[in-house]
C-alpha cells in the first residue's frame, strides 16, 4: 500500500466559498487515504507561477475552476482528449515528472449524478439545455454520449448558443430562440439550467413548464440554493428534478479517481452534510 502523504487542492479567484475541500477531505478519510486538500486563491496573473510550482508543493492533483478553466490550456503539457475536445480543463494531474496533464470531468460529473437521481428519463425526446456558457458546453457534451435525439439549445444571446451548436453539435443540436424557451421547454424529455439565473443574488428563471409532459425531467446545476424556483415550479407540476450539488460531488469523485485511482460515492452522509452547509 502507498503510504506516501497524497496532497490535491481546488484553484481559483475567488475561492474561499469552494465546497471540494470538504468534499475530498471527506472521501480521504473514508477511503483511509493519509492526505490533504485545501483552496487556493490563484489569481489570474499569478497563474502561470503557480502551475511552475505545482510540483514543487507537492500535489498530486488539483482542480480548477473560474477564472481559470480555459486560461489554463496553454500550461498544461498535455491534454485527455475530453479536455481537449471541450476546450476547458477543471482536473489536472501533476505527473511524476512534474509535468501537468488537464481532463475536464464535468460532463461525466453532470450525467452520472442526472443516471443517480432517475433512473430513467425520456429519450424519444430532445433535451433542451438554457445558457451558452462553460456549464452549458459540458452540459452538451454530456448529453451527446446519451442515447437522445436532438439537444436543443437556448441563450439569452443566441450567437453563444449558435457557436456551441456549430462547434460541438455534430449535427444533433439545435437553436431554439430566448423568447420561445417555454415552447421549447413543452416538447423536451429533459431540460438542463446552466444559467446563473436562479442562483442566490441572481434573478429567477422564467419559463413556463405547465405545458410539459409529465415524465420531463427538470435539473437544474444551480446549488445555491438547492431548490431553486425552477425546481419549485417544476415539482408543483409533478415533474421530476436534479439539483446541483451532484455535479458538483461527481466531477469531483471523477478527479479523485484521476488523482489517487479510488472509487468514492455520493453517499446520504456525504449528502446530508453538504446539504447543513448550504443552509
Ligand atoms: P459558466 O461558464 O459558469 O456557464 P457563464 O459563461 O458566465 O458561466 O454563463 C452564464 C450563462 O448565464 C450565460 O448563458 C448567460 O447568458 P448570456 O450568454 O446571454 O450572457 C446566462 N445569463 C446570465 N445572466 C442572465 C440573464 N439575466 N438572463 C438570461 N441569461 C443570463
Known sequence: MNIKYKKAAVIGFPIAQSLSPFIHTYWMNKVGLRGSYEAIEVAPDTLESFLKRAGELGLNGFNVTMPHKTTILPYLNKLAPLARQMGAVNTVRVEEDGK???????SIGLVAHLKNIVAEYPTDKPALILGAGGAARAAAFGLLTENIPMVMISNRTREKAEAV????????????DWDTRSEAASAAGLIVNTTVLGMNGQAALEIDLSHAAKDTVVYDIVYKPLETALLVQAKKQGLRTVDGLGMLVHQGAAAFKIWFGCDVSFDSELRAELEAKIG
Open 165 to 176: 451548436a456549430k462547434n460541438i453539435g455534430r449535427g444533433r443540436m439545435t437553436v431554439v
Open 100 to 106: 501537468l496533464t488537464g481532463f475536464n470531468t464535468d
